[in-house]
Antibody
Framework: EVQLVQSGAEVKKPGESLKISCKGSGYRFTDYWIGWVRQMPGKGLEWMGIIYPGDSDTRYSPSFQGQVTISADKSISTAYLQWSSLKASDTAMYYC?????????WGQGTLVTVSS | QAVVTQEPSLTVSPGGTVTLTCGSSTGAVTSGHYPYWFQQKPGQAPRTLIYDTSNKQSWTPARFSGSLLGGKAALTLSGAQPEDEAEYYCLLSYSGARVFGGGTKLTVL
């Protein structure tokens, strides 16, 4: 069974760094793109970017370029989304998804709360 | 970056038919935008209903269908059920860059 399991909720202060994860199982992790999606409280979905774990080819949406870093460690079948300096406006639910079969598989989401 | 537009809200009667649309600021939506439709219910992750314009996932009820209509991508629900009440998002691809629409809140009432 294909699964994407995301790391748990985080509460951080502005200016702190953070790295959240998305671990894939039940398939060859290096063969499919992993995408990240943001959903701010009460708002819609926003496409952040994607990574191909096979060669770490990474593409960012313009709104997120330079704001976050997407990476992957294929040795442990895990993709990451990280911030070097969080802002209150980064408070959101973050989802990862796998590109196979029309982005059929999604993680459960990681809630990130940034508050002083 | 392109802007993808959806109706903010729609209401359908139980058993009725409704069409949600997805437009692009760059012009007509075509199959080359690989339109996707996602359903999201409160407190849940999104799930794909339709991909590449009209392909269904194994879990997509037969009452949902995807198409291109009048220069837009369309999601048609025929025979609405109470459990179809949800937020629906389209996603378009622009030479690899992907953009979500703002979502349509569908009420079954």
């Amino acid at each position: 069974e294909v699964q994407l399991v995301q790391s748990g909720a985080e509460v951080k202060k502005p200016g702190e760094s953070l790295k959240i994860s998305c671990k894939g199982s039940g398939y060859r992790f290096t063969d499919y793109w992993i995408g990240w999606v943001r959903q701010m409280p009460g708002k819609g979905l926003e496409w952040m970017g994607i990574i191909y774990p096979g060669d770490s080819d990474t593409r960012y949406s313009p709104s997120f370029q330079g704001q976050v870093t997407i990476s992957a460690d294929k040795s442990i079948s895990t993709a990451y989304l990280q911030w070097s300096s969080l802002k209150a406006s980064d408070t959101a639910m973050y989802y990862c998804a796998r590109s196979a079969s029309g982005w059929a598989n999604w993680g459960q989401g990681t809630l990130v709360t940034v508050s002083s | 970056q392109a802007v993808v537009t959806q109706e903010p809200s729609l209401t359908v009667s139980p058993g009725g038919t409704v069409t949600l649309t997805c437009g692009s600021s760059t012009g007509a939506v075509t199959s080359g935008h690989y339109p996707y439709w996602f359903q999201q219910k409160p407190g849940q992750a999104p799930r794909t209903l339709i991909y590449d314009t009209s392909n269904k996932q194994s879990w997509t009820p037969a009452r949902f269908s995807g198409s291109l209509l009048g220069g837009k991508a369309a999601l048609t629900l025929s025979g609405a059920q109470p459990e179809d009440e949800a937020e629906y998002y389209c996603l378009l691809s622009y030479s690899g860059a992907r953009v979500f629409g703002g979502g349509t809140k569908l009420t079954v009432l």
